[in-house]
């Protein structure tokens, strides 16, 4: 078992049809996509590392910046109402601040913490390899 497929194990659980991981080839280079179009790119990593999306809803996984990582999660309930859900995670160091829904800050740990980081580190692997072609630890193009 590859290290995706056991680190998808871990976050998700049975990790026989992991199909939703593949990413459509690029129509353009990243450098001439605007910073938008690169957040939705990623974002499309983003929002499989936590398992396929449930029908019906939306979800957004992505990183601002080497310190800010967003999760949006949008559906409706029995009733039909929207449900949406926002949650900021700020690194800061060796410490993870979360704020869910605007609320105060408080710091994660545990597998909470493990969880995120794990699934920080698969994205970053795969949007340095499938849009931006670097290897994601030296960050040389790739061959």
Partial sequence: MGVLNKAVTLLVGNTNDIAYLKLPKLKQSPS???ERELIQLESNIGREIFGPVPPGHRREFFC???KTCIWYEEYKDEKGKVVTSTTR???L?????KAHNGAK???I???ELKNLLLAVNMYYERAMRSIYK???DTGSPLA
Avoid at 93 to 97: I, M, P, R, S
């Fill in 134 to 136: 670097r290897d994601p």
């Fill in 93 to 97: 160091g060796d410490k993870v601040l």
């Fill in 89 to 91: 995670y700020e690194f």
């Fill in 64 to 66: 601002l910046d080497e």
């Fill in 105 to 107: 800050y408080s710091y």
């Fill in 109 to 111: 740990e545990g597998s």
């Fill in 32 to 34: 001439k996509m605007s």
